[in-house]
């Protein structure tokens, strides 16, 4: 089983709707959790670290659940510019730092 | 401030040849990173360096080497190139070693003929 698993998509959705991407990680001493976002062919950029009591900024709401082990983001109002891959990110230590990313989910928003 | 700088851009390499990518950052960060990117796989470390005149490897460290040459500069180098080598290596560096704090480069394109 991979450390952390990401449907690759694509997901094609339509301008205005809401969309929801998981991430299952299998390690259950993982700390710390982020997402991720890469434009086609350019660098990954944080878009928001995600906390145990779920955070939200702006359109993006990003939740944990330590006992399924897996967490989501979910964009509201999808922007024709949301259109990238999404990273999900683990990062763990046990006597030195791991860091594990997904291989993303491709989100495709059409007008 | 350009942030995380990289070249090449991109490469072509022949089986056996070899390249130092170079990375540099202008932000005082004290820890660097070499990522290699795949279809269908995540980012994977290659090599980091906590600070400067330390190095140590990821999870992929065969077939490279790195230097920390000063704290702005990390390099990575290819001795002798193989075609599972073809990938898009990105360098990172970081304020405090952790993830929200890490910045990344534009990326190097590689192909090994």
């Known amino acids: 089983r991979k450390e952390v698993e990401q449907d690759p998509g694509p997901f094609n959705v339509p301008e205005g709707a809401t969309v929801a991407f998981n991430c299952t990680y299998s390690?259950?001493?993982?700390?710390?959790f982020f997402w991720y976002r890469q434009d086609c062919r350019k660098e990954p950029k944080l878009l928001m670290s995600?906390?145990?009591s779920g955070n939200e900024d702006g359109r993006f709401t990003a939740q944990l659940n330590r006992a399924s082990q897996y967490i989501s983001l979910l964009i509201r109002d999808s922007k024709l510019s949301d259109s990238a891959t999404y990273l999900c990110?683990?990062?763990?230590?046990?006597?030195?730092?791991?860091?594990?990313f997904g291989i993303g989910t491709k989100l495709q928003v059409i007008p | 401030n350009a942030g995380v700088t990289q070249t090449p851009k991109f490469q072509v390499l022949k089986t056996g040849q070899s390249m130092t990518l170079q990375c540099a950052q202008d932000?005082?960060?004290?820890?660097m990173y070499w990522y290699r990117q795949d279809p269908g796989m995540g980012l994977r470390l290659i090599y980091y360096?906590?600070?400067?005149?330390?190095?140590d490897k990821g999870e992929v460290p065969n077939g490279y080497n790195v230097s920390r040459l000063n704290k702005r500069e990390f390099s990575l180098r290819l001795e002798s190139a193989a075609p599972s080598q073809t990938s898009v290596y990105f360098c990172?560096?970081?304020?405090?070693?952790?993830?929200?704090?890490?910045?990344f480069g534009p990326g190097t394109r590689l192909t090994v003929l």
């Open positions: 990172a560096s970081s304020e405090a070693g952790t993830v929200d704090t890490q910045y």
């Open positions: 390690n259950s001493a993982s700390q710390s």
């Open positions: 995600v906390y145990s």
């Open positions: 990110v683990v990062e763990s230590w046990g006597g030195y730092q791991k860091v594990t």
């Open positions: 932000m005082n960060h004290n820890s």
């Open positions: 360096s906590a600070s400067e005149g330390t190095t």
